[in-house]
């Protein structure tokens, strides 16, 4: 860290709140990519084993050098700045056809085919039973045993019950961009990260995203700390690589929490507004 502080001259000014042990979240203005550096470096050393800045994957992960930087000597929690959706399957198109649609075919019914009948032509046959009982009085006869009783009629199967269908697997959700901040926050680390989610160039922060209020109601007993960082923005330009030597500082303010029922939007232009209020400290 003395490298940081012969860069940028790094003070550190607690103006709210002393510098102290305890599970923050320090949110600040963002302008360089070097914030997370100056914000870090600022902390003394016994806050800065137990504190984790947030760093853009895209950007201090796209080489082995910054990579090291951030895992090894920050500690940093990689973010992913643009969720990416997988694309919808187009469905395919159904086949035109060209021309007219020919006409079905008519096929005419076979005739029914009449069976010559038999019956004029047969002598008709005495019954069975009038037989057997004539030839039974005439030679004396015992009585034929009775028939046997008609088979039992067929048991019918049990009925069919469709078995439920087991539910299907849960769809895992779409990965949440919040889902390292609340890891580090549950085991107990402070977190240093920049509400406004992309770097400012009017030297006022921009709106506030949500994701400071979601982890604020979250972790309602951490404390959350604004601070300001000032002229870091000349120490590390946008699309410089190198560093300028300059005088910088990070003022840190009196905490804030989440007031009773307190809405979404009221709450972060309330957070913006207590790191502008550090700016003229």
């Known amino acids: 860290m003395g490298i940081v502080r012969l860069l940028t001259g790094a003070q550190a000014r607690w103006y709210g709140c002393p510098p102290k042990a305890e599970q923050r979240i320090y949110f ?3 302008q360089s990519h070097a ?5 870090w470096a600022a902390l003394p050393e016994e806050l800065r084993s137990i504190t984790r800045p947030i760093a853009a994957r895209d950007y201090w992960a796209n080489t082995p050098v910054k990579r090291w ?4 000597v920050f500690n940093a929690v990689y973010v992913e700045r643009a969720a990416t959706a997988p694309a919808a399957a187009a469905a395919a198109p159904e086949p ?3 021309g007219p649609a020919p006409e079905p075919a008519v096929v005419a019914a076979p005739a029914e085919r009449i069976e010559p009948s038999m019956e004029p032509l047969l002598p008709a046959a005495p019954p069975v039973a009038e037989t057997v009982n004539e030839l039974q009085g005439e030679l004396d006869l015992p009585a034929p045993p009775p ?3 008609p088979p039992p ?3 019918a199967p049990p009925p069919f019950v469709a078995q439920p269908t087991p539910p299907a697997e849960p769809v895992p959700p779409a990965s949440d961009p919040l889902a390292p901040l609340v890891e580090a926050l549950r085991s107990g680390d402070s977190i240093i990260i920049f509400p406004e989610g992309t770097r400012g160039h009017t030297g006022e922060p ?3 995203k949500s994701g400071l209020y979601t982890l604020a109601t979250m972790f309602p007993d951490v404390v959350l700390v604004p601070a300001w960082i000032d002229n870091v923005q000349r120490v590390m330009p946008k699309g410089e690589i190198v560093p300028v030597p300059i005088l910088c500082s990070v003022t840190f303010g009196a905490p804030i929490r989440v ?3 307190e809405e979404r939007r009221p709450f972060l232009d309330r957070a913006r507004a207590a790191v502008i209020a550090l700016r003229d400290v």
Do not use: G, R, S, Y
């Open 28 to 30: 600040a203005n963002h």
């Open 35 to 39: 914030d997370l550096v100056m914000i």
């Open 69 to 72: 930087i951030t895992t090894e």
């Open 96 to 98: 035109v056809q060209a």
């Open 147 to 149: 028939p046997p009783p």
């Open 153 to 155: 009629p067929p048991v």
């Open 206 to 208: 921009q709106k506030f």
């Open 259 to 261: 007031e009773d029922n």
